[in-house]
């Protein structure tokens, strides 16, 4: 019975950090474009980087 006396004020505390914390998340827009992270790995995006020379060889003197 006196474990509840810890284990209850911490539940509180634990609860409600995790509600400020997501609406904190909402109020900073992290929750508002959803579908494009998911989407870019469907992109491939080595089309628009440059192309490098390959390395020269070098030719024994």
Do not use: C
């Not at 827009?29 to 980087?49: C, S, V, W, Y």
């Amino acid at each position: 019975m006196e474990a509840l006396y810890l284990v209850l004020p911490l539940a509180l505390l634990f609860s409600a950090s995790a509600v400020g914390f997501f609406v904190w998340a909402a109020k900073n827009g992290q929750f508002d474009d959803l579908d494009t992270p998911a989407m870019r790995i469907l992109f491939d995006e080595n089309k628009h980087t440059k192309k490098t020379n390959p390395p020269n060889k070098t030719t024994p003197p």
